[in-house]
């Protein structure tokens, strides 16, 4: 153990907020005596309101609701809930409970749309002929995960059903299926496939020569995340690490397995930076874990299962781990990871391809440069982008929303998704490169709100998810994540007027905003948005920079230009630094005109890994304009790291 001089921590965390749009009318929740964690409080008021069985929540006799771990933000909680009856899981009948910081139940976001009533859970048809039913749904069986009796509510119509997950292979390729068939009559009533894909982007040489964070175990480094151990790259067909000697990877050539996992981690670790950087999300899995990349699948494909993504090729044998690609693949593990599982409707590519376009935005790389096509660096199949997210019908798929939309083809119902996202993040002229936009109701200018600002109305929208998720819902979330996040409405105003622009309709359960800017939701907002960022007036440095253990302190430089204007009062500096024991660092900001802001003192107490957060200044005082540094010092001897990733946003 070293020995350190204690000093004070000055360390603020600060995440995105929403809330859920069905309002409860319940009893209050009592206040604590004494302060209680927000997480704390949120679990008790959560156990509260199940023990009261408000109207809202659809309970019925029977029923017992499991509450599951509290997703903190900076402003509410989320307590995601399953329910049971009679001991049994009802699939449909999930929800999430959201709170203030002090426990006062603000929202509720319901599945179920009614009580069950009365269910006979006795079966007529045997474990082992469902199973025989379900295997009949795969083209080859190679194993089953369990079959286990369940009530079935998904469609308003409950009834007792076996549940079993088998793998194998369908029509399509390979599978994961999960298959709920009748107790009483045998009838396959819900197939629920985990297996995700996208049918491509990238090669192992797109991203050209990178830094890795890597695992060294005595002579021997791996392709292994040193901050979460479960993000590896690994050879599809043996599922082992990639290792050497050296710390050297890859060889440039796209039809090199290990170059393939060159670019693959690369990008997994770039978008692990970007959930904390702009989500400050700790990780891809509800824990905080992730899954195996593994590099090798003979296919022009790539797929998420739940427990592994997989990358495939095009048709020159180029493995196609681009940072799209791979973004969209475990966008969908975040999505399985969120309340309510994978979205349905016609939702989940669009899903997949919001985070991939955010990946590729934070990963910032001059050989793959942020769009928001998708495919379009391959060439997969010889027809360039596999989709366009400003305009899908260049790719055959539909620009707007209709009722036909949830019932198409997944990848080609993320059409209209995928342009209200462009429309939210880059409006209809986009003045940064950006190609234009055109929208399917209204008439009038969109004005962005930029891909960072728009990915965190999307991602808060995704904590109030249920099973029940579909395009119409989202809509509904959005509204509601964007009123959270800015009190002058106009975040809510643009995110409304991008669903208006292609044609997702208003619905009763859609929240009203009526602070600050209340311009008409077919038309631009009268006022840019306070919490978005103009062109120009924000900034990222993704390239790593070594801290001297007990040295000199380093700095990482962003550089603004364009942002005519003054620093704001609440301007965010989000820090990603790898670091053994963080409490040896001091962290600041130093300003173009050479003033110092402190961020992080050192600590002899704190000694986590990493620091991994957004601090919140006044800049109010400074042009925005200028050269801006990061500013590190390892104080203290025997431990190590490096600046992997930090966010100015001004």
């Known amino acids: ?10 360390v603020v965390a600060a995440t995105a907020a929403a809330t859920v749009a069905v309002a409860l009318a319940g009893p209050a929740t009592a206040q604590p005596s004494t302060p209680v964690a927000p997480a704390a409080a949120a679990a008790q008021a959560a156990s509260a309101l199940f023990a009261a069985r408000p109207a809202a929540l659809q309970a019925a006799a029977d029923e017992v609701f499991v509450q599951h771990d509290v997703i903190s933000t900076d402003t509410l909680q989320y307590v995601p809930f399953d ?29 179920q749309s009614t009580p069950l009533g009365t269910i006979n859970t006795t079966p007529t048809l045997s474990a082992a002929d469902s199973l025989k039913v379900a295997k009949g749904e795969l083209k080859t069986v190679g194993s089953v995960e369990g079959t286990k009796l369940i009530v079935l509510n998904t469609t308003g119509s409950p009834a007792l059903a076996w549940e079993s997950t088998i793998k194998g292979t369908s029509a399509e390729g390979p599978s994961r299926l999960t298959v709920d068939v009748d107790a009483a009559s045998g009838k396959v009533l819900r197939t629920y496939e985990h297996v995700t894909d996208v049918a491509g982007t990238g090669t192992g040489w797109i991203n050209g020569s990178v830094s890795l964070d890597t695992t060294l175990s005595g002579s021997t480094y791996s392709l292994k995340d040193p901050s979460i ?8 067909s043996t599922n ?15 039809t090199v397995k290990e170059t393939g ?97 955010a990946t590729e935005a934070f990963a910032n790389n001059p050989n793959d440069p942020p769009d928001y096509q998708v495919g379009e660096e391959v060439n997969l199949v010889g027809s360039g982008p596999i989709r366009y997210m400003y305009n899908p019908s260049l790719a055959g798929d539909d620009n707007c929303y209709s009722s036909s939309t949830p019932s198409q083809e997944v990848h080609a119902a993320a059409g209209p998704g995928n342009h209200w996202f462009y429309l939210l993040a880059e409006g209809t002229a986009p003045t940064n490169g950006q190609p234009s936009s055109t929208r399917c109701s209204g008439t009038g200018a969109l004005t962005g709100v930029g891909i960072q600002t728009a990915t965190k109305i999307f991602y808060n929208a995704m904590l109030m998810k249920t099973s029940s998720s579909s395009y119409l819902k989202y809509r509904t979330w959005t509204l509601t994540s964007a009123k959270a996040l800015d009190s002058t409405c106009a975040l809510f105003n643009s995110t409304k007027a991008a669903w208006d622009a292609v044609s997702v309709p208003a619905q009763t359960a859609d929240p009203t905003c009526t602070g600050g800017s209340t311009s008409s939701p077919t038309s631009s907002p009268t006022a840019s948005p306070t919490t978005s960022v103009p062109a120009g007036c924000s900034g990222t440095n993704a390239t790593d920079v070594t801290i001297p253990d007990a040295g000199a302190a380093i700095t990482s ?49 704190d000694s986590a890994d990493n620091v991994a957060t957004t601090y919140t200044k006044n800049l109010s ?4 304009n200028g050269a801006w540094l990061l500013k590190v010092q390892d104080i203290y001897s025997s431990d190590t790291g490096y600046i992997n990733t930090w966010t100015l946003t001004l």
């Open 1 to 10: 153990m070293k020995s350190r001089t204690p000093v004070v921590v000055a």
């Open 83 to 111: 329910r049971t009856y009679k001991g049994l899981a009802v699939i449909g009948g999930d929800g999430v409970v959201v709170t203030d910081a002090l426990g006062q139940v603000k929202y509720t976001s319901v599945a």
């Open 229 to 236: 151990a479960t993000l590896t790259c690994q050879d599809a």
């Open 240 to 254: 082992t690490t990639f290792s050497g000697t050296d710390n050297v990877w890859g060889t440039g050539v796209g």
């Open 261 to 357: 996992c060159v670019d693959a981690f690369y990008s997994a670790q770039k978008e692990k930076g970007m959930l904390s950087s702009w989500l400050g999300r700790t990780g891809f899995t509800s824990s905080g874990g992730a899954w195996p990349i593994r590099v090798g699948l003979n296919d022009q494909n790539a797929y998420y299962d739940g427990t592994q993504v997989q990358i495939g090729k095009n048709t020159a044998g180029q493995w196609i781990a681009s940072a799209d690609v791979v973004g969209h693949e475990v966008g969908h593990g975040i999505d399985d990871n969120t309340p309510g599982g994978i979205s349905a409707n016609g939702t989940q590519e669009f899903v997949g391809d919001v985070f991939g376009a």
């Open 557 to 605: 430089a962003i550089t603004i230009s364009g942002c005519a204007r003054s620093a704001s009062a609440t301007s965010t500096v989000a820090v990603n630094i790898v670091h053994t024991y963080r409490g040896d660092l001091k962290v600041d900001l130093v300003a173009p005109d050479g003033t110092v802001y402190a961020l992080k003192a050192t600590s002899s107490t």
């Open 621 to 624: 005082s400074e042009a925005a």
